[in-house]
C-alpha cells in the first residue's frame, strides 16, 4: 500500500465533443467550470509498447461539484491510433460509470428522463436484504456517459457486519 498521505483528487474522462460534455455536467449536474486547457498537439503520456506519446491534438476543462468532486473532462481528436467501434458496456472489462448521489432519487430521475440528451436505461431500483434503504438508477447519455444517481442513508443492514462505512457527501445527514 502506498505510505504517502493520500486522498482521492479527480475522475479523468475522456469525451467525444468537450462543450457537449461540460454543458451537460454544467447544466445538468451542477458542475462549475474551474479551467479549461489546451489545444496540446500530443497526448502526454507513452503507452506501453508505444516509443513516445500519440500525437494529436488533446482539450480538456476541469470542473467541480461544490467542494467535494473534481472532474477533468478530455476530449482527444486527431487521432493516430484506431478507435474501438463502441465505448465498453459497465459490465465489460474496462466498463464503468459515474455515480451520483442525490437526496431524491425520484425527482431527480424525473428530470434526467425529461432531457433530451439523457435516456434511463434502468428503473430506480430499490435494494433488499444487507443493502435495504438503497436505491439506484442508471441513465446514458447521446454522447455514451453512463450516469448511476444513487440515495441510501447510514444504518443499512450491511452495517453489522463490518466496522467499515461508505462515506457520505457533505451535506447528507450522519
Not at 467542494?67 to 465489460?92: G, I, Q, V
Request: glycine share 8%; with cysteine; proline share 9%.
Amino acid at each position: 500500500m502506498i505510505k504517502a498521505k493520500r486522498a482521492f483528487d479527480h475522475l479523468g474522462m475522456a469525451v467525444p465533443n468537450l462543450e457537449q460534455a461540460v454543458d451537460f455536467f454544467v447544466d445538468a449536474l451542477g458542475f462549475d467550470v474551474v479551467i479549461t486547457a489546451g489545444p496540446y498537439d500530443d497526448f502526454g503520456y507513452i503507452w506501453p509498447g508505444d516509443t513516445g506519446p500519440e500525437p494529436g491534438t488533446l482539450r480538456q476543462a476541469n470542473l467541480v461539484l461544490g467542494d467535494s468532486f473534481n472532474l477533468e473532462l478530455l476530449e482527444y481528436t486527431n487521432r493516430s491510433a484506431e478507435l474501438p467501434n463502441a465505448a465498453p458496456r459497465p459490465a465489460d472489462p474496462g466498463g464503468w460509470h459515474l455515480c451520483m448521489h442525490v437526496d431524491d432519487i425520484d425527482a431527480a430521475s424525473a428530470e434526467l428522463t425529461a432531457r433530451a440528451d439523457t435516456e434511463s436505461i434502468s428503473p430506480v431500483i430499490r435494494e433488499q436484504d444487507d443493502m435495504d434503504g438503497l436505491k439506484w438508477a442508471y441513465f446514458r447519455t447521446d454522447w455514451g456517459l453512463v450516469l448511476e444517481l444513487i440515495q441510501w442513508a447510514p444504518g443499512m443492514p450491511y452495517e453489522k457486519g463490518t466496522p467499515h462505512r461508505m462515506a457520505l457527501p457533505r451535506w447528507a445527514p450522519a
